[in-house]
């Protein structure tokens, strides 16, 4: 789908950040490092890391494995990746732009039409969704032993509290140029309630995001072989209205009544804690 669809980014070198497997199309310029042995188990941190190393340009698009591109891109999409790599290269504040709207980002920038610069303690303003990240940044925000869950929540953390660079996210209504579907991962249910959700959901397939795709794109696939993800207790909630109401409300009203009491001692104690272990580290290591 990527060769179909991804218009001048196939010229691009890929390179996949994987353990041991290798893979091969010729149609496009694909690299496996394969860093490690089958009997080495590694973090999605260190991999990664290691990766960036190997990699000579100062940007970096990151994808990941089930980010299937499912419109053909055309001129104005490159146009916005061409862009992004215009403001990386003329201002070096700018640590990453993402090709994606996000949540409560929705001021536009004065400095750049179309984008919309997301303020530091912003959720997720670190994330693992389609991005072009200037390398070195991406490099530094990680550590070794954090998996992309982890990263999303902690690389956070660090990044409001020591980095400096500028994260940029798609303006709301700017259609996304690189369109892997992120806007029906929200799936709105005919109850009006909506289910985060991905194609491939604790690796397996999610065939409400993929059946129907694979099918118009001639890709016989079989399902058994990684699975099927089956809902969980949490998504039979959110589509249960009652249920939502007898225990999502309450701990939301609950969340709220404690989020004041986020500057006592205890509070004060679990964050100093959260520095030792996810910051202090980040602040002893050697930089890119």
């Avoid at 982890?150 to 996304?176: A, C, H, P, Q, T």
Wanted: charged share 30%; proline share 3%.
């Amino acid at each position: 789908m990527f060769e179909k669809n991804g218009s001048d980014l196939t010229k691009l070198k890929i390179i996949l950040n994987t353990e041991t497997k290798a893979f091969k199309f010729s149609k496009l310029n694909v690299l496996c490092l394969q860093l490690y042995s089958k009997e080495e188990s590694v973090e999605w941190g260190k991999r990664l890391r290691k990766t960036l190393e190997s990699i000579k340009t100062d940007y970096v698009f990151c994808l990941l494995d089930d980010f299937f591109l499912r419109r053909k891109m055309d001129k104005k999409d490159i146009q916005i990746i061409e862009r992004c790599i215009e403001i990386l290269d003329s201002d070096t504040n700018v640590g990453a732009i993402n090709l994606i709207p996000m949540d409560g980002v929705e001021k536009e920038s004065e400095k750049y039409e179309g984008f919309c610069l997301a303020p530091k303690g912003t959720e997720y303003r670190c994330n693992a969704q389609a991005c072009i990240w200037r390398k070195n940044v991406l490099y530094n925000s990680v550590l070794d032993d954090e998996s992309p869950w982890i990263w999303e929540i902690y690389g956070n953390y660090r990044n409001n509290i020591i980095m400096d660079s500028d994260i940029y996210f798609l303006k709301n209504g700017v259609r996304e140029p690189y369109d892997y579907g992120y806007i029906n991962y929200n799936e709105t249910e005919e109850d009006g309630s909506y289910v985060l959700a991905s194609p491939v959901m604790r690796g397996k397939w999610y065939l409400p995001l993929v059946k129907k795709l694979f099918e118009e794109n001639d890709i016989n696939m079989d399902y058994n072989h990684r699975g099927v993800y089956r809902n969980s207790i949490k998504t039979v909630i959110k589509r249960n209205k009652i249920l939502d109401r007898l225990i999502v409300l309450p701990y939301r009203m609950l969340r709220n009544i404690l989020s004041p009491l986020k500057n006592t001692k205890g509070s004060d104690d679990i964050e100093k804690r959260m520095i030792q272990k996810y910051v202090e580290p980040y602040k002893n290591r050697q930089h890119f």
